[in-house]
């Protein structure tokens, strides 16, 4: 009977035990799905005031009252005079750090096998370049343009901003050309693009974009920002661009807004 007793009394415990192991799981399992559900209630709450900000930013900047970090509101008309720009120009603009120097050289000597003869600069980032390369451009004839202003310094671009591409809007803009063809560096011509500006499509539509591989999904939140319905469209390539700043301006200073707020939209 005592053996029979010890043995019930140990059998008791282990259920005891097992009993108490499944609640303890049960308690951190509910309070791991809490907290979980917590964070992502957090998470929701503050992506949803990001969006409402930058939805109230933009239709500042739409309205023309935003204009301490832009060259004014997007309501600012284009005046080639202040801006520097020479009406009727046309040239190639470039883009990048150091290291992309001697691709621009390289595309430039395509360029010229081409039989285009469009003026080329170079547009850089203050301290981007060193002496060297900027002796480098200026012996292959391409001219060499440091962009930086106080307006961009306040943008506070990261080096992985710049690399997605947030400085291209501006080196466009402040370019002397009206016209632009802008090319990234890696893009090699293997026929005179100077024909693109002589298109229907150019002369229509003051631009011409080339197609990317991916579509803007219906879950991102740029078109509750901008209060479009969604659509299913291509995005288009940044790499190479024709552009008439005059007709596109409106276009070009929507792009600069977004390319400020970059520690946003470039996520």
Known sequence: MAAASATSSTWLQRASLRLSSRRFLFILLLTASAAALAVGSWLLLTTSMLVRAQRERWQA?????????????????????????????????????????????????????????????????????????????????ITPRNFLSERISSYKWTANQLRQGASKVDAIITSPFEEVLYMDTDVMAIRNPTFLFETKTFKKLGAIFWPDFPATPRTNHIWNIMNQDYRLEREFETGIVVVDKKRAWQGLRMAQHLCAEARFYFK
């Open 61 to 141: 900047y739409a309205a023309g009252d935003l204009r301490s970090r832009t060259l004014g509101g997007l309501d600012r008309a284009y005046d080639p005079e202040k801006l520097g720009i020479i009406p009727g120009s046309r040239g190639v603009v470039f883009t990048g750090p150091a290291k992309a120097v001697q691709a621009a050289v390289a595309a430039l000597s395509m360029l010229r096998e081409t039989g285009c003869i469009l003026p080329v600069e170079f547009a850089y980032l203050g301290e981007e370049l060193t002496e060297l390369d900027i002796s480098v451009l200026r012996a292959a004839n």
